[in-house]
């Protein structure tokens, strides 16, 4: 596609239920990105994927929460056992992976935990 | 480490007039510098970046930025806004030896008749 794509677009869950969130990055970028964006607190980091490196996890919050990249390109980001606060925006982006690289934004999943 | 403050969460402005957008950051070595756009229900799309050379960066729909390296600052700017210009407005830093992006907390831009 043209763009970073991201599914859902809105995931409503129960607390304590577990929730995959898809990324499918623009073909031929090698660095794919999550970040969390709260109200009031703007993005978050929240790891980095690089090629075939060991992924960047030091945003991850808590051990709830993983992700993986296969093939090297769509990733899945799982938060175990939702809680109220996992409420937020998460985005995905992707670059050619080079720091300087602009990073290309998905649309973003909007995730509400009740 | 490396961080980033915008000091205005909300800026409201008439249409037609100049806006300046601030953005302050602190790193330990050389930066990148970027500023986002976020229109309602959408992701961020790229207004400008300053990776080295010329401080006064021009990026889309006529708004620049001036990185200062004295200051640490790299403010937003446009001479005269259109209401479609009401938006979110992230700056964000990446530096030599980072791989990731640090953004502040947003400066929402609204843009009145």
């Known amino acids: 596609g043209a763009g970073v794509s991201q599914s859902p677009s809105n995931k409503v869950t129960e607390k304590g239920k577990d929730v995959e969130l898809r990324c499918d990055p623009i073909?031929?970028?090698?660095?794919l990105y999550w970040y969390r964006q709260s109200l009031g607190q703007g993005l978050e980091f929240l790891i980095y994927f690089q090629g075939n490196s060991a992924p960047d996890k030091s945003g991850l919050p808590s051990d709830r929460f993983s992700a993986e990249r296969t093939g090297g390109s769509v990733s899945t980001l799982t938060i175990q056992r939702t809680q109220q606060e996992d409420s937020a925006v998460y985005l995905c982006a992707s670059s050619f992976g080079i720091t300087n690289n602009e990073q290309f934004f998905g649309p973003g999943t909007r995730l509400t935990v009740l | 480490a490396q961080s980033v403050t915008q000091l205005d969460s909300q800026v409201p402005v008439f249409e037609e007039a100049p806006v300046e957008l601030r953005c302050n950051y602190s790193s330990s070595v050389s930066v990148y510098l970027f500023w986002y756009v976020q229109y309602p229900n959408q992701g961020l799309q790229l207004l400008l970046k300053?990776?080295?050379?010329?401080?006064l960066v021009k990026g889309i729909n006529g708004f620049e930025a001036e990185f200062n390296k004295s200051q640490t600052s790299f403010h937003l700017r446009k001479p005269s806004v259109h209401i479609s210009d009401t938006a979110e407005y992230f700056c964000a830093v990446t530096s030599v030896g980072y791989s990731t992006l640090t953004f502040g907390k947003g400066t929402m831009l609204l843009v009145s008749p």
């Open positions: 073909s031929g970028h090698t660095a």
């Open positions: 300053y990776l080295s050379g010329s401080t």
